[in-house]
């Protein structure tokens, strides 16, 4: 069974960079063409697709996010990370890592705040 | 980008009923990669359907999605307890991959 964690900071000060990591675990990131996908999620709001990588490095973003974000993988280490710029408070959300749609992590609370 | 819109908003229903959940799309979602997903409060979305009809897996059969191009529906057949959640649709046939707003099944 695959398992996704997510792991970085809870709290982010405006205009610095939110730097998440998703670890997978029970499964290799390489193996397969599956993409992996950073979506998020405001408290009481609905959710919203951030970005998705491929093993291969090949990436696709949010227009509307995408100034701002990079998605990276590291194959040697089974991980793939999120990094968002100059953060406001409307950044402040639940931010899942997800196996397309299929595997989930539990999600991480990231609040930006001073 | 396509949007999706789903409907009703909210469906007040009780244990035992058949829910019926709408998404549209405002183009042709491509090759039918539509899925959706139930939401519990505190919990990741857990996936349901996906190419709009495919049941995942451990997913129980009272569950069925049918649709293409611009119409899908996701049915619950008899309302459980467990089931009373937020159901979102979701595209993925065309970046970038967007969601519906959520329908809420909250008990009558």
């Known amino acids: 069974q695959v398992q996704l964690q997510e792991s970085g900071p809870g709290l982010v000060k405006p205009s610095q960079t939110l730097s998440l990591t998703c670890t997978v675990s029970?499964?290799?990131?390489?193996?397969?063409?599956?993409?992996w996908n950073w979506i998020r999620q405001p408290a009481g709001k609905g959710l919203e697709w951030i970005g998705r990588i491929y093993a291969s490095g090949s990436t696709n973003y949010n227009p509307s996010l995408k100034s701002r974000v990079t998605i990276s993988v590291d194959t040697s280490k089974n991980q793939f990370a999120l990094k968002l710029s100059s953060v406001t408070a409307a950044d402040t959300a639940v931010y899942y890592c997800?196996?397309?749609?299929?595997?989930w992590g539990q999600g991480t609370l990231v609040t930006v705040s001073s | 980008e396509i949007v999706l819109t789903q409907s009703p908003g909210t469906l007040s229903l009780s244990p035992g009923e058949r829910a019926t959940l709408s998404c549209r799309a405002s183009q042709s979602v491509s090759s039918s990669y539509l899925a959706w997903y139930q939401q519990k409060p505190g919990q990741a979305p857990r996936l349901l359907i996906y190419g709009a009809s495919s049941r995942a897996t451990g997913i129980p059969d009272r569950f069925s999605g049918s649709g293409s191009g611009t119409d899908f529906t996701l049915t619950i057949s008899r309302l459980e307890p467990e089931d009373f959640a937020v159901y979102y649709c979701?595209?993925?046939?065309?970046?970038?991959?967007?969601f519906g707003p959520g329908t809420k099944v909250d008990i009558k």
């Open positions: 997800t196996r397309r749609g299929e595997f």
């Open positions: 979701q595209q993925y046939g065309s970046s970038p991959l967007t």
């Open positions: 029970g499964g290799s990131i390489s193996s397969g063409s599956y993409y």
